[in-house]
C-alpha cells in the first residue's frame, strides 16, 4: 500500500508542477477517461441484461463447438 500512496503522491506532484493550463487540461483527461470508462460498464452491464433476458426466453442454445460447426456447415 506504501507503493501506491507513494506513486500517487508522485502524480499529484507531477500535475502540480504543471502550469495552470496543463493541470486543467490534465484534469480534463482524467475527468473524459473516468466517463469513458463508465459507459464500457453501463455497455458491459446491459450486454448482460439483454443475454439474462434472452436465457429466460429461453433464446439462448447452448451447444460444443462440433455442434456449432455441424449447424454451420448445414446453413
Do not use: C
Not at 473516468?34 to 436465457?55: F, G, P, T
Amino acid at each position: 500500500m506504501l507503493q501506491k500512496t507513494s506513486t500517487f503522491q508522485k502524480a499529484i506532484e507531477a500535475v502540480e508542477a504543471l502550469d495552470p493550463e496543463a493541470q486543467a487540461i490534465a484534469i480534463l483527461v482524467d475527468i473524459i477517461q473516468k466517463r469513458l470508462k463508465q459507459q464500457r460498464r453501463d455497455d458491459l452491464l446491459k450486454a448482460v441484461a439483454e443475454a439474462r433476458e434472452a436465457y429466460a426466453k429461453g433464446e439462448v442454445r447452448s451447444g460444443t463447438v462440433a455442434d456449432l460447426m455441424a449447424e454451420l456447415d448445414g446453413d
